[in-house]
């Protein structure tokens, strides 16, 4: 995650934000599992890193492991460590992501998209609190907190069996939802000089300077990336307008498009669309996915049975 | 006003789909850092909660004492004779505003708890100091300082309360909002997945956030019905005192 290589805080006054840091300042002072929860982009890891740092295991380690990059192979021995010699390819003795954060924090990101089978060797441990590194005989005590954090709905995760409801109450202990970009009330404003200042350090550029229309342009916007997508066009804008002013029309399209600050998933290409052919492939994706049931297709696209019945006719979709 | 008492009550009642994000991780880090005896008893645990939450509507209490005497102040200063009338006006309007914030129509709303960031500065550290707790006196005291941490609809409500216009009235009220925040606050850690799940469809907000609308607008037509009655008596300025507190 790049933003967590420079921004080391999290910065906005707006009482979405404050509420979650206030919360998180008192959760901090004690020791239980922490689940973070927020759409990407918002923070997440930032938030992990000042628990770690407000609490009183601040002197000793902060690992993350970025659960979606582990390969499940290797899950096991990268996460419990392994003996020289235990696998092909174990070449010297490892300690492990969950050693190394002995009497420090170990910080779970993405901890929703673990694997069936290391969610429960997970589970093993945070029950536990011992660990066996692959191909060690004996066990070993090992005192870490853990922070997990995900952007995944979890509640659904474990109703489709994609995730373990025994592992999801042992983690969602102390839940802390980060709020989105476009709930934090001026904080995009307080961000933009904020984040420019830090890139114009590590580029070594002149900050640009941002019109008052390009701010109110900037704060309109959706931010369907949070902060890392705001992060992203300061350093964009640094590059390109180091020193100089920034004007609307030098933004992003996308940005200069949503005049409505819509927060819909859904954006018109800057070519166009062919309506029917999107309306006849949604009909087409819905049936996929309730393997041909008309009934439940119509409830997923907000149709009656019937206006589905008709449109699957009028576009010759078989079914 | 006791006719409206069950404003604050019902304030506090709906406030559940608000106290979940801060208020729910606070208790939930409460109740899991109490030493293991505790949490394996019922009843001990149920002394700390119960502790706790003594603590947050004792300080809710005090505060509405202390704005209940601001706001006896407030009616001589704008109108000895309609002081009283105009602050009721007022926290109609206030109800307004709670119910679109609620709703999630007024986010601006929010803004109100930047008025006790300063004072949280100064007991933050003091919080963090009690834990993790170690008795129920702890979290009595926890409680305590935990009830000043700054939130829109606690100050608003707050604001609501200063046209009870006695201490003892300012007090009730946020004591009321106080017990109104409990199934909610004590359910949160038992109760937090579905409370989470609750409190996120846009819908139930604007549900409740709607009722306490339509709460304001009733009150306020009670009180114009009031004023009528008073109006068309015979010197009535007294009785209408009495039927509006």
Redesign the interface.
Not at chain 1, 22 to 27: D, F, G, N, S
């Given at each position: 995650m790049s933003m967590t290589t420079t921004t080391t805080r999290l910065v906005g006054?707006s009482?979405?934000l404050?509420?979650?840091l206030?919360?998180?300042?008192?959760?901090a002072?004690?020791?239980?599992p922490v689940l973070v929860r927020g759409e990407s982009g918002t923070g997440k890891e930032l938030l992990a890193r000042s628990l770690h740092e407000q609490s009183s295991r601040a002197a000793r380690e902060f690992v993350s492991v970025n659960c979606a990059a582990l390969p499940e192979a290797l899950a096991e021995s990268l996460l419990y460590g392994h003996k020289r010699g235990a696998f092909t390819g174990a070449v010297e003795h490892q300690a492990g992501f969950v050693a190394s954060a002995d009497g420090g924090t170990l910080f779970l990101d993405e901890v929703g998209e673990l694997s069936l089978p290391v969610q429960a060797k997970l589970l093993r441990f945070l029950e536990s609190g011992e660990l066996q590194p692959v191909g060690h005989a004996g066990t070993r005590r090992v005192d870490v907190r853990v922070i997990a954090a995900t952007n995944r709905d979890l509640?659904e995760a474990v109703r489709a069996g994609r995730f373990r409801e025994d592992l999801y109450y042992r983690l969602?202990?102390?839940?802390?939802?980060l709020p989105p970009l476009r709930?934090r009330?001026g904080d995009v404003a307080q961000l933009i000089p904020h984040l420019s200042a830090e890139l114009s350090v590590r580029h070594g550029l002149e900050v640009p300077r941002y019109s008052s229309a390009a701010l109110a342009r900037l704060q309109r916007y959706g931010w369907p990336g949070n902060v890392r997508e705001l992060r992203n066009l300061c350093e964009r804008m640094l590059v390109l307008f180091s020193g100089r002013a920034v004007e609307p029309d030098n933004l992003p399209l996308e940005i200069r498009q949503e005049a409505t600050a819509s927060t819909s998933p859904f954006r018109l290409p800057a070519g166009g669309i062919h309506l029917d052919s999107l309306e006849s492939e949604l009909i087409r994706q819905a049936l996929e996915l309730t393997a041909g049931n008309r009934s439940r297709a119509a409830r997923l696209l907000g149709l009656s049975r019937d206006t589905l019945l008709y449109r699957i006719k009028k576009y010759a979709i078989a079914s | 006003m006791e006719s409206i008492s069950w404003v604050p009550f019902t304030i506090g009642l709906f406030s559940a789909v608000h106290c979940v994000g801060m208020c729910g991780g606070i208790i939930g880090a409460l109740s899991m850092s109490l030493p293991a005896r505790v949490r394996d008893s019922r009843w001990r645990l149920s002394l700390y909660l119960l502790a706790y939450s003594l603590g947050r509507v004792s300080s809710y209490a005090l505060a509405g004492a202390l704005i209940g005497v601001v706001g006896q102040q407030l009616f001589d200063f704008i109108s000895p004779q309609y002081g009283h009338r105009i602050m009721q006006a007022f926290a109609a309007l206030l109800l307004v505003g709670i119910g679109l914030y609620l709703a999630g129509w007024f986010p601006r709303f929010a803004q109100l708890e930047r008025i006790g960031v300063p004072l949280w500065r100064r007991l933050e550290p003091l919080g963090r100091r009690l834990l993790p707790v170690k008795s129920p006196f702890h979290a009595l005291a926890f409680g305590l300082v935990w009830g000043w941490l700054p939130c829109g609809l606690v100050y608003s409500t707050l604001l609501w309360a200063a046209a009870a216009g006695t201490a003892g009235q300012g007090a009730l009220y946020m004591a009321l909002f106080g017990l109104g925040t409990l199934p909610a606050v004590m359910g949160a850690g038992l109760l937090a997945g579905w409370l989470t799940r609750f409190a996120r469809q846009p819908r139930v907000r604007q549900v409740l956030g709607g009722l306490l609308v339509v709460m304001a607008l009733g009150t306020l037509w009670y009180q114009g019905q009031v004023v009528d009655h008073s109006a068309h008596g015979p010197g009535h300025e007294h009785h209408q005192h009495e039927a509006v507190d």
């Open positions: 006054d009482p979405a404050q509420q979650v206030r919360a998180a300042a008192l959760v002072a004690t020791d239980v509640e969602n202990v102390i839940p802390l939802e709930e009330e | -």
